[in-house]
């Protein structure tokens, strides 16, 4: 069988074969909504039709939406309509979906509440002549949307936390080879449940969106900011006998001190990426799924979503627990720097990005190695294991993942001087607990003892800059140590706060 020529093609062509298959086995609920097979291809092929009616095809179509069938129908739909999805995360401040929605060029919104200029709510996603939700489009119709050359399938931004947020392209050869090869390795068929719940602004959760369609799996979908929290993600992960799951570790760990924690038999695939994956998290996910291949896989934003993966051994005593090797048509290489084998990650493929789009276009490590293909300096320091076995140790700048969101120490520092009421300030990773990594804001006030409350700088550095939102501690200090040579005195500082003289403020 040919491969289909565009995502639209192998998206359309899979969810008509599960509606003629299987028409009323459930496709995709989020436990306020549940579609069939057919009640599915109808609301995508209807949404597709509409988008078609409002923006012409290969548009840049953004999706702001809580996390529900709705949303997943609305991504599916422009997908199907040959366009390009952009995710815009509820969460977002003003500040980052407006500079997303500018760079990206973003002709339509699909979003809740009143209709605008530029933007088109949910409940009017459906063609004018096609009033009933649950009334199919005429396939051929739906089909002949698709174009030539196939447009990009998503636009991805990265954290934002060197100053601007940057877009990455995706086309439709790197994200198929993605899930190629996932299919290949952990095959998904009719007998699974995938559960959604990454953010949209995640890569991550363009897999969640696309692969159970394109293999006739089930969906089950939990907003995890929705009341509840970790309990409703472990009673959803045994109440839909999930299948496949996904976790950034960090979060892993947070879900796992839940209270109501217990072990989830029916999972066979338990996902993590997005920060360093330490033994311990690893191994407790083992026991709590003991039927699971536990994988770690890695992959920046300038990437198709994942490049390499690894399975989890509790019999291996590697930790962290190792990347592996590059995926099908990915080489991930290791520029060693210095005598131990550390050195700088770089990845080559069809899966790496063609460059950044936007106002960040021209810049970063893109670049192409004869006989590799394009490739991308990732600044992830990494180490050879064993033969062909990769782990990453560290950045090579000051660059850290918390919960997945990439931040840049040394951006933070520049927002947070901009505060008119720190002096100076220092950022460094909080060592209260070595297996969460958090974020210290170490400030020198401009009036002594008169600090400004934590809160109140998380929420200038929202307001002020398109930084994704994250947890940090703030403490205060009369002056920041240095160096021989004049500079912040980093170490000092870490030790400094390891020690705990200052207990600073916490927020969430």
Request: glycine share 8%; proline share 7%; with cysteine.
């Amino acid at each position: 069988m040919a491969e289909p020529r565009s995502c639209a093609s192998a998206l359309w062509t899979a969810l008509c074969a599960a509606a003629a298959s299987a028409p009323h086995e459930p496709a995709i609920h989020d436990g306020r909504r549940a579609l069939t097979n057919a009640e599915l291809a109808a609301a995508v092929g209807a949404a597709a039709v509409k988008l078609r009616e409002l923006v012409p095809a290969a548009s840049r179509v953004g999706v702001r939406l809580a996390p529900g069938v709705e949303q997943h129908i609305a991504v599916l739909g422009i997908v199907v309509a040959a366009c390009t999805y952009v995710p815009f995360d509820v969460a977002w401040s003003a500040e980052r979906t407006g500079y997303v929605s500018a760079d990206a060029e973003v002709a339509l919104m699909i979003e809740a509440g009143a209709p605008g200029v530029r933007s088109l709510p949910f409940d009017r996603l459906r063609p004018d002549a096609v009033p009933d939700l649950n009334a199919v489009p005429d396939p051929d119709v739906v089909a002949g949307l698709d174009v030539t050359p196939a447009p990009a399938v998503y636009v991805m931004y990265t954290s934002g936390t060197t100053g601007a947020p940057k877009g990455v392209q995706t086309s439709w050869p790197a994200l198929r080879n993605r899930l190629a090869w996932m299919q290949d390795v952990h095959a998904l068929g009719p007998d699974d449940t995938v559960l959604s719940k990454t953010s949209c602004g995640f890569d991550v959760s363009v897999w969640e969106f696309l692969w159970p369609r394109l293999h006739n799996a089930r969906t089950s979908v939990l907003d995890v900011r929705d009341e509840g929290g970790w309990s409703s993600l472990w009673r959803v992960l045994h109440d839909d006998r999930v299948t496949v799951c996904h976790f950034v570790p960090s979060v892993a760990r947070s879900a796992m001190r839940d209270p109501n924690v217990r072990p989830v038999p029916s999972l066979r695939l338990v996902a993590l990426s997005g920060e360093v994956l330490d033994r311990d998290t690893a191994a407790r996910l083992q026991e709590l799924a003991p039927n699971a291949r536990i994988v770690n896989m890695y992959g920046p934003t300038e990437c198709a979503i994942d490049v390499s993966h690894w399975t989890f051994d509790a019999g291996q005593a590697w930790d962290p627990v190792p990347i592996g090797g590059g995926a099908a048509n990915c080489t991930l290489t290791v520029r060693p720097s210095d005598d131990t084998g550390q050195g700088l990650l770089v990845i080559s493929g069809i899966q790496v990005a063609d460059g950044y789009i936007g106002a960040a276009a021209g810049s970063g490590g893109f670049t192409s190695i004869d006989g590799l293909g394009p490739s991308y300096d990732t600044g992830d320091l990494a180490v050879e294991v064993a033969p062909g076995v990769l782990s990453v140790v560290g950045r090579s700048d000051r660059q850290v993942k918390l919960n997945g969101v990439r931040v840049e120490l040394d951006g933070l520092e520049t927002v947070v001087r901009g505060h008119p009421a720190i002096q100076d300030c220092a950022v460094v990773l909080d060592a209260d607990d070595p297996s969460i990594s958090r974020v210290v804001v170490v400030c020198v006030p401009r009036e002594p003892g008169t600090a400004p409350l934590t809160r109140a700088v998380r929420q200038f550095v929202r307001d002020g800059s398109a930084m994704e939102d994250f947890a940090f501690r703030l403490v205060a200090v009369d002056r920041l140590p240095l160096t021989a040579s004049g500079k912040t005195d980093y170490p000092a500082l870490e030790a400094h706060v390891r020690e705990g003289s200052n207990g600073g403020q916490r927020t969430r």
